[in-house]
């Protein structure tokens, strides 16, 4: 008997402790489409949306306590608010990515019987969403996270030592799962993600069924574990994940990185930011918050960072006109002038700034301040040219920007070879331009700069720097491309070539998540060869190589500059998810990832100099002293490259290249010829619509 009542003593003790059994209110089971605007954002969104709100009565009992909304939204472009009863909770997460996120509700607010959730954008801006699959529970937030723990540990598979890295959770409907933990000195969260800087972390998930998924930004494999929470349960997991992708004698560097510390905007803080850049990746972080320059240096040693990456001092000069990247900066340099609208007097400026040898032009095709740099109102995209004569002083542009890709993926990247065409000596650049810490994060787009990469923490800057300058560099946003001319020159090199034929090697690098599906090679831009890439290629090559081949090209009769870009299909899984353009041309949201090689130059006239397009135009154009035919005659044996540029010459001169004579010799020239004049006459018009629709 006494064995009984001790039990049934034991019994109510442990009944007294339990929390109370919850209530929840199911609010909507499914998801709702919800549209402000006119037009549809996507097409991946019915034409016709069933509101511009969701506005949901259902019944309820009063909360004497805190409780909890939870709710799932997807593609969340504006502010978009949640109200309940007419009291504001908060707002959806600006976040294109599909997710579960939570609110509290103060107590009090619950009313006996009809209650009302609404939830609207706060202002007019055009964006299509999917918010619904929402309910009630009477406990805080904090206990629907923690209803069970996940004990993560994750490792490097080579040294079996924990690792830096990125955990996505996923619940079982495929949405990314809100933890039960806060940003920490060693953890960066968000919703269904947790950044670690130790290869530790332990966080609260509501019981049920998810995926994590762990892996180190573009050069790591990735590991993911699926299992069951029942409410009250523990369990640990260990992950691990191996360098895949190749990149010896490359330096990782994101040259567009921000925090809403010092830029004021994006949610990153500064600490955050300092585990993020170790958790993918990044060798080299460029700080370039706006108008500011800021010393990450104190950050990362106070978040036990430092030694993963070597961090410099950098500004986003942020003019009305354009935004320039600039690095490395003195440390106590005065900021330069961002107040001009003037390119001429902001890059003096720029260059005059204590040890700066870097001026990037940012996102160059983004309407920013009423400018668009390359727009058609002042950038002849077939030459390369500014049509209102803006100081081209800039040694560097972003040719991919994952924090506000293109449409038209490749357009960037065109307008580069145009400009290195035009005479201009000119990086590629790729970076993220992260401001947050999950939605556009750091190091999705980057640039592997030519450099020991021995030691992260201890990288050479003005070796660095000085090769970046040269365009010692790869381009990556998902893949790399590497090129070889002649089993010697790499990007930036001068190649001497001789013989009939240009020996070309090529490789497609990238991890094992990530597939290409074709590759392409330029010369002055223009595409000289392509191949499709087969799924089944990749079964021949080693762990981080998706492709190779040697191609043979016939050598060219004068210098040009070959760039090699592979292109695959965009990144839909959550763990690294690519972005919808950021100011879209079309309504459908394809993405891509790609790698771009860098220009290596061929010296086909043997003068030991770079010649562009434009220097050839110019010699031509002044043997023919004004005589068109003359001219069609002297670029014969031109590419059209060579030909546009000398159209742009022709008609700056004040000659016509719309009369009938004109267009009649031109039909008798050869075919570079003929596609070079008319490339460049198409975006002479484009320029001039623009200029009158001013």
Request: charged share 20%; net charge negative.
């Amino acid at each position: 008997m006494i064995g009984v009542r001790l039990a049934l003593v034991l019994f109510a003790l442990y009944q007294l402790i339990q929390p109370a059994s919850a209530e929840s209110v199911v609010i909507t089971e499914r998801l709702h489409h919800l549209r402000v605007g006119a037009e549809r954002e996507w097409s991946g969104f019915p034409a016709t949306a069933e509101s511009h709100e969701l506005n949901r009565v259902f019944d309820a009992n009063s909360n004497e306590g805190p409780g909890t909304l939870r709710l799932r939204q997807q593609d969340v472009k504006q502010n978009w608010e949640v109200r309940l009863n007419d009291k504001h909770l908060g707002l959806l997460r600006v976040d294109e990515n599909d997710m579960i996120v939570y609110f509290d509700i103060p107590a009090g607010v619950l009313v006996d019987g009809e209650n009302r959730l609404t939830v609207q954008q706060q202002g007019d801006k055009s964006d299509d969403v999917r918010v619904g699959e929402t309910w009630i529970d009477t406990r805080p937030v904090s206990q629907v996270l923690n209803e069970a723990t996940v004990e993560v540990s994750v490792v490097d598979a080579a040294t079996q030592q924990p690792t830096p890295c990125r955990i996505t959770i996923l619940n079982n409907s495929g949405a990314l799962q809100s933890p039960g933990c806060e940003s920490s000195d060693h953890l960066a969260v968000r919703p269904g993600i947790v950044f670690t800087s130790t290869g530790q972390a332990s966080f609260g998930l509501p019981a049920g069924s998810y995926t994590l998924i762990a892996g180190r930004g573009f050069e790591y494999s990735i590991d993911e574990t699926m299992f069951t929470l029942e409410s009250g349960e523990t369990i640990s997991r260990k992950l691990s994940i191996r360098r895949e992708v190749p990149t010896k004698g490359y330096v990782a560097c994101d040259t567009h990185v921000h925090t809403r510390t010092h830029s004021g905007h994006g949610d990153a803080t500064v600490q955050e930011r300092m585990i993020t850049i170790a958790a993918e990746g990044i060798e080299l972080p460029i700080a370039t918050d706006h108008n500011s320059h800021i010393d990450h240096e104190p950050f990362a040693r106070k978040m036990n960072v430092r030694q993963y990456f070597t961090p410099v001092i950098g500004n986003e000069v942020t003019t009305r006109t354009g935004h320039f990247n600039i690095f490395p900066v003195a440390l106590g340099a005065k900021t330069p002038d961002h107040r001009s609208d003037e390119w001429k007097h902001t890059l003096d400026g720029i260059f005059a700034t204590p040890s700066v040898r870097v001026a990037i032009l940012n996102h160059a095709r983004d309407l920013h301040g009423g400018t668009t740099p390359f727009g058609p109102k002042q950038f002849n995209d077939a030459v390369g040219e500014n049509t209102a004569g803006w100081h081209m002083g800039f040694n560097a542009m972003e040719v991919v920007n994952s924090g506000a890709t293109q449409t038209d993926v490749l357009q960037l990247f065109h307008d580069w070879m145009a400009v290195l065409n035009r005479g201009y000596s000119v990086t590629p650049v790729g970076s993220s331009d992260s401001h947050d810490v999950g939605r556009h994060f750091v190091g999705q787009g980057r640039t592997y700069i030519r450099c020991d990469d021995r030691e992260p923490g201890n990288i050479n800057v003005d070796q660095a720097v000085i090769n970046f300058v040269h365009g010692k560099v790869m381009v990556s946003y998902g893949l790399l491309t590497e090129m070889k001319i002649n089993g010697e020159f790499r990007s930036g090199d001068l190649a001497k070539v001789s013989g009939d034929e240009v020996v070309v090697e090529l490789r497609v690098l990238g991890p094992h998540w990530v597939s290409a599906d074709k590759i392409m090679l330029f010369a002055n831009g223009e595409l000289v060869r392509e191949a499709t890439i087969e799924p089944s290629d990749r079964s021949t090559q080693p762990a981080g190589v998706i492709w190779s081949d040697q191609w043979k090209l016939p050598t060219p009769r004068h210098d040009v500059h070959l760039v090699a870009i592979a292109l695959g299909p965009g990144i839909e899984s959550l763990h690294w998810r690519t972005a919808k353009p950021y100011q879209p041309d079309t309504i459908d949201p394809g993405t891509h990832v790609l790698g771009c090689s860098g220009a290596v130059w061929l010296d086909i006239d043997g003068n030991g100099k770079r010649s562009s397009a434009r220097s050839y135009s110019e010699q031509v154009v002044m043997k023919a002293n004004g005589d068109l035919d003359g001219l069609i005659r002297e670029l014969a044996g031109y590419d059209g490259a060579v030909a546009a540029q000398a159209a742009s010459l022709w008609q700056a001169s004040g000659r016509s290249l719309l009369d009938e004579p004109t267009q009649r010799l031109l039909k008798q020239a050869e075919k570079p010829t003929q596609l070079g004049f008319k490339r460049y006459l198409d975006a002479w018009r484009e320029c001039q619509l623009a200029s009158d629709s001013r």
